[in-house]
């Protein structure tokens, strides 16, 4: 790999620059398409969708609705209404009661996560994109060439090093990190209620904005407006490993701090839940091409159920969308390091960096995994269907806080960030081998005996998930039509989740099978989805270290594909694959619900 360079030509300076920044001419980087041809041994369709269409959204400027994000965060806890439903925004949290941030309920990080406050909030502008001659194009971080890599050491590098000299510079690494800390796990609170992006609609549109900001500001360092951010392409085959270029001792993008798993090109688990499921490569990579195609087809038919449930203050349940859940989530468990194992310093673990929120910005291949999640919002939408942007004003006009490339101070709104081309910025294509990958094979033949395993009645509430359960369940309608089909999905909801917050937890449901299902082989028909989740606060004061969730799945495609649409009674089961014992779950039904 090249070295870094040192050579400088020009200075970068900011309201916050002490000393000048050194800046060098770097080459520009490699934009590498790679072809091939998809089917069962993983070689992938050279077809790609243009997946940067423009979005008509309503533009009325609503202000006594506007939620400020202050340095980059909201409350993200929802309402668990399906599909359809409104929110009430949250007024700007005040920045001068910014606090320590918390690793769990009871333990606080061991430093700051609060960021330069501006003088005066009601002076920040809104945010203008600036003009641009060429759009950034974001590359597959598996295709990269050295004078790339090179280039992008020299920007982790430079934001380094304003750690040392500039602490309190906002664009530099720490202070870049510590927007998500801050907002992630505590720091600030509305009349009691901890600030979060996460699990609720805000997740998308926070992260865009964040590496937007972040990229730029990576450019700004080595004097490149054209720099963009890679992705890892976790969602190809050829990207199913850990980009090598992180993986070097020594460099900026280093970070000591990772799963040993990370090493030695180890294909990835997209549902990871922190213990490495015993099966081969090969299933492996059709488990995540499976688990990718549910999350983002099957499961994914409406808005809400992909972006997640409205942000609604002051609600304790969580409604994160389909892909925050998985494979957002299990990708910062994969690539963090093992919970309670001993760190580098001699601390035991809380899954830091990439398996912790307050961690996970402090290493940077964070940021390459988020730029390909937001990949999956151009993606989702180029599916087509009912597969849009949400319409609602209070999403639409929710805003966000950010300091850009000069240190400047800017908000910003969620209406602004749905068009990536207008941001200044795209990626480059990649073929998309999930979008075929539909389960086909079944599990069983024929159908399971209902009569023959508990209703749902006497199986729920259920106190602990603790082995694999099966149960019946009636449905609301059975032999509906093309046209009933189109008009309302039927949803399989399980609602009142209860998890302890501090360690990582997964479930697999399943329909129409017993609980003696081989659940390391998701590449099933029967396969509906999983549940994962992220430690994370979600209370001040909450000292029982419990979070409350729902958990929405979309049935209609599954009931065709295992011919169960006749059906006015089904079997579901579920397998508990990590924290069962701490899983409780209220209740679960089936509904019929428009997007």
Not at 253 to 265: K, P, T, V
Not at 295 to 307: E, G, I, R, W, Y
Not at 461 to 479: E, G, Y
Not at 511 to 535: C, R
């Amino acid at each position: 790999m090249a070295s870094l360079c040192n050579s400088s030509s020009t200075t970068l300076k900011t309201p916050f620059t002490s000393s000048s920044t050194s800046l060098s001419s770097t080459p520009k980087p490699s934009q590498l398409f790679l072809h091939g041809k998809r089917n069962k041994t993983f070689k992938v369709s050279c077809k790609v969708t243009n997946n940067n269409g423009d979005q008509n959204v309503e533009t009325n400027s609503v202000d006594r609705r506007n939620v400020l994000l202050g340095l980059g965060g909201l409350y993200g806890v929802a309402n668990a209404i399906p599909l359809a439903a409104s929110a009430s925004p949250t007024p700007p949290p005040d920045l001068s009661t910014c606090s320590k941030a918390k690793i769990n309920a009871t333990t606080e990080v061991p430093y700051t996560c609060c960021a330069p406050t501006p003088k005066d909030m009601r002076k920040v502008p809104y945010y203008k994109f600036p003009s641009m001659t060429k759009l950034r194009i974001r590359p597959p971080a598996h295709a990269l060439d050295e004078a790339y890599i090179a280039k992008y050491n020299l920007a982790i590098s430079r934001m380094k090093d304003l750690d040392k000299t500039q602490p309190d510079n906002p664009i530099g690494f720490k202070q870049q990190a510590n927007i998500h800390c801050a907002y992630c796990n505590g720091a600030y609170a509305i009349d009691g209620k901890v600030l979060q992006v996460h699990n609720s609609w805000l997740f998308f549109p926070f992260h865009r904005w964040y590496l937007y900001f972040y990229e730029r500001i990576l450019g700004s360092l080595i004097d490149d407006p054209t720099f963009a951010l890679p992705y890892w392409n976790w969602d190809h085959p050829k990207g199913m490993r850990f980009p090598p270029m992180f993986d070097i001792p020594g460099t900026a993008l280093y970070d000591e701090r990772r799963s040993e798993q990370i090493h030695n090109g180890t294909v990835i688990d997209l549902g990871s839940f922190g213990d490495q499921v015993q099966t081969t490569q090969l299933q492996l990579m059709t488990n995540n091409l499976t688990l990718m195609y549910r999350q983002l087809v099957t499961n994914a038919p409406c808005p809400l159920m992909f972006f997640g449930g409205p942000y609604t203050l002051g609600s304790d349940v969580e409604s994160p969308g389909t892909v925050e859940v998985i494979p957002h989530s299990p990708v910062h468990i994969w690539a963090g390091t093992r919970r309670g194992s001993i760190l580098p310093d001699g601390k035991t673990s809380n899954g830091e960096d990439m398996g912790h929120f307050y961690s996970a910005g402090l290493d940077p291949v964070f940021y390459c995994h988020h730029s390909n999640v937001d990949r999956m919002w151009n993606e989702w939408k180029a599916i087509g269907g009912k597969r849009t942007d949400i319409q609602n004003k209070d999403w639409l006009n929710s805003e966000f806080f950010f300091y850009d490339e000069s240190g400047n101070p800017f908000k910003v709104k969620v209406r602004d960030c749905l068009d990536t081309k207008k941001m200044g910025y795209t990626y480059e294509p990649m073929p998309t081998p999930w979008r075929n990958f539909k389960p086909k094979t079944k599990a069983s033949a024929g159908k399971v005996n209902t009569s023959s395993i508990p209703p749902v009645s006497q199986v729920f509430p259920l106190a602990k998930l603790d082995k694999a359960i099966s149960f019946s369940i009636n449905r609301p309608a059975s032999s509906r039509t093309q046209q009933e089909k189109n008009a309302q999905e039927e949803i399989l909801t399980f609602n009142d989740i209860k998890y302890d917050n501090r360690g990582y937890i997964r479930f697999d449901v399943f329909l129409n099978v017993d609980n003696n299902v081989n659940a390391n082989e998701l590449d099933k028909a029967e396969f509906a989805g999983s549940y994962t989740s992220l430690p994370h606060v979600h209370r001040v004061g909450d000292t029982n270290h419990v979070a409350t969730a729902n958990l929405q799945l979309a049935i209609t495609e599954l009931l065709e594909d295992i011919g169960l649409e006749d059906e006015e009674t089904i079997a579901v089961t579920l397998v508990p694959k990590k924290g069962g014992e701490g899983i409780s779950i209220g209740g679960v039904e089936i509904k019929l619900a428009d997007c």
